[in-house]
């Protein structure tokens, strides 16, 4: 059913061609479709005529498989981070993460909240925090800018990291999820 | 619910939360066979954060922001909903203007989801347009929100004892100009959904909720009054300014996507027609009454229980007060709970793999609304 | 002329508290032997009644749950609202599954969050919200919400510094550190 073998992290050999690969990379982020909180909402108008983030490069996309950019919209609640670990491996090499929200990053207005997480970074690598609640969808253009600048410095590395720190999220990870049965990584 | 789940003529899916189709974050687990769904069961929970645990931490006023965040496309009816029963409990009168400045911003609210999920029926059966056009509209309205309360989606803007602010100068003229703009292009929306050979045999006797539900399920909203029932809570318990408003329940009786589609198209002319209304007769006068030591404030005990009308339907509030600072329970009953669980895991024996989403996106089910805690 | 839940209370001959009574609105407390004849008496003879909620408030300092079923008349939408108190310990309530097919949701739900037994509800031991949960049931009133959430979460990045300039710079390290504005710019 799965491949539980790990991902290689590409070798620097292609230091040159990796430069030309981010500048690719950086004008067709792909996003996939999954609305994981309130901040979704923002979306909508996102990638619809009025904000029409094509014209960035940005796109929607239904499954994991064809993007490279996830959106965690917001607060994080322990069953959703189940379903975000599994998205978030089944996304092909090289991938981003977007977070919104003041919630993502320390709990916000749910700091005191029994099923959300705190700290979103300690359990998958988070590249770009948009700020507010919710965050307008110019603030998401920015922070999707920001990311594209990430990207072509090189800087934007949360999957490398992810790979070679995978025993510290996994520890995260099942220090939340109670019920655990995901396998070693799920492609 | 007792369709078959033999995993030799069954295959079981499941359909979210990560699905593109699927309003919200929820998801469906099925059974299929061939093309035919034998059995559905909805889970939930993805959303929760615990709502009704936290408003018990915190104090009376503290809750206007969270309340908001329990259904995000229409947060004025969280807001309103607990006003209100703020208000009864601890007998506070609300100011004339205060009240029709509400019934104002609720319509806007309404217009506003109505014309996303009357475009977002569209887009579930690929006709991307309608829905890029209702979004595009439902942001004119938020516009307006931006103008009123400076927040685009959330906008803690009703306060107990009456509203924040005062109408901004010159609102009434963009409203109505607003109200101009869509009202133009709506003759166009319809041609691509209501009008189009698609639209209509995708939804037209698709996704039937029969109306001897509405009584056993307790169906409300649209989805009932697709179904012929003419239960409204503006016209039956009329709340804030609603009771001198001149207007008809909206109701047909296809039982099926289209009728309720149909509800929604008319809901949107409805709620124009009575922003008109309301921006006509608005009074003038106070739009508040001064509120004690707000971090010393205490509500006498009691127990309430309010009710507004929302666009998926009617809107409770279960508030309990034990007469300290905090709320002893505050319950909330939203009407995604008996639609998307109850009537969705019954609609969907029978119906195809395809007209899921089409189904569900004609319940609107909101999940922050069911999981918000009990 | 009286209304028909009133009619009702006033013809059923045990022992009621009226709570609230206003326009449209009625709610009584009554001992929970008499719970299922009020509300199967409320349905059958008003017709039309459903059930909208299910709730629950824990009075723990009297050691008791408080029961709520909200009825709601579809013919005069008028409200109809019967409470009762259960004992906290191994508390155990009639269900109404069997009348209303909503109830079975509610009552799993009210499973979950206060662990209360709903004998003869087919469902109530799916996990509704909450999965693979070990603790408490969290809307007890002696589940410490705050508690759980540090020691299971961590806890949260607090500002170190009112100035938020200085938050910014310290917390978005080399990235975009914003140039704190010189007094002559301003």
Known sequence: MYCNKLPEIPDDRKKIWEKVDNMARANSLWVTAFGTGCGAIELRPLHTSRFDMERFGIAMRPTPRQADVLIISGYLAVKTLKRVIRVYEQIQDPKYIIALGSCTMNGGMYYDSYNTLNILDRYIPVDVYVNGCMPRPEAIIDGFSLLMKKIKEGKAEGWKNYIENLEYYRENQKKVISNWDLPDYNW | MNGSTDPLKTTPLFFGPQHPGVTGNMSVEMWFDGDEITRAITHVGYLHRGFEKLMERRLWIQNFPLVCRICVPESDINEECYALAVEKLDGIEVPERARWIRTLVLELARLGVNLMSFGGQAGTIGLGTGAMWGITFRDFVLDLFEELSGGRIYHVYVQPGGVRRDLPEGFKKSVLSVLDKIGERLPELDRLTLNNAVFKQRTVGVGIVKPEWIDEMGLVGPVARGSGSRRDVRKDAPYEAYGELDFEVVTEDGCDIYSRALVRRREIDLSMNLIRQILDLMPGGPIAVPLPNLTEWRIPPGEIYTRVESSRGEYGYYVVSDGSLRPRRIHVRGPSYVHAVTLLERMLVGANIADVSNIMVSLTTCPPEIERSR | ?186
């Open chain 3, 1 to 186: 002329m009286e209304k028909q839940p009133q009619r009702i209370v006033s013809d059923s001959g045990f022992e009621i508290e009226v709570v609230r009574k206003d326009e449209g609105y009625f709610h009584v407390r009554v001992s929970r032997a008499n719970v299922i004849e009020l509300i199967l008496s409320a349905k059958q003879r008003c017709g039309k009644n459903i059930l909208q909620l299910i709730s629950v408030v824990d009075r723990i300092e009297d050691d008791i749950f408080q029961l709520t079923w909200i009825l709601e008349d579809t013919a005069d939408s008028s409200v109809f609202i019967v409470s009762a108190d259960y004992p906290r310990e191994n508390c155990s309530v009639p269900t109404f599954g069997d009348i209303w097919p909503t109830a079975v949701i509610f009552e799993r739900e009210l499973h979950e969050m206060y662990g209360i037994e709903f004998p003869g509800n087919p469902r109530q031991y799916e996990d509704f919200l909450l999965e693979g949960w070990k603790e408490l049931p969290p809307m007890r009133r002696d589940f410490d919400t705050l508690e759980y959430s540090i020691r299971t979460y961590g806890e949260r990045r607090k500002r170190i510094h009112t100035d938020p300039r200085k938050f910014i710079a310290e917390t978005t390290g080399e990235w975009d550190t914003p140039v704190p504005m010189k007094d002559e710019d301003r």
